[in-house]
């Protein structure tokens, strides 16, 4: 699977975590400071099989975090690869990605643009630049790319 990295207008992205897999390296997971762009496609098969293995990055809120690791616990036989896939099943925007999508659901919600979270399904969180998140759907005729 191709990753993406941005942090910044055409700057590279470092990865914050590694790990073995098949002998070769691959990103699993990125880190980010407050302000930089993040986009990351995520091989599922090399991310961590547990939440307490997997690095959010600063900018993802706590209430996000929450909300995604408790409807893809480990015990009902989920967790962070199941998420990831499921993420790409749906078509969801890659992880970090600035999108603009609707604000909550129904039809014709506001516009909102944001670094986007997958959550379930054809549903995400878009985190805005002040740290606070938003609900929203998406579906390939209603994405956009910021």
Known sequence: MTHFF??????PF??????????GRRVVAAGATAGTQTRLRIDPDCAPRTWAEWE??????AGVREQVESFWLEKWGRGPQAWIR????????DFGAVVTLGDGFGPNP?????HFVHAWNNIGRLVLGDGSFRYTSFSSQTRRSA
């Open 56 to 61: 959010w990055p600063d900018w993802v809120p």
């Open 14 to 23: 470092i990865a914050s975590r590694r790990i073995e897999h098949d002998g």
């Open 86 to 93: 499921n993420a790409i099943e749906q078509g969801a925007p």
């Open 110 to 114: 506001p516009l909102v643009t944001g």
């Open 6 to 11: 941005d942090a910044g207008p055409g700057a």
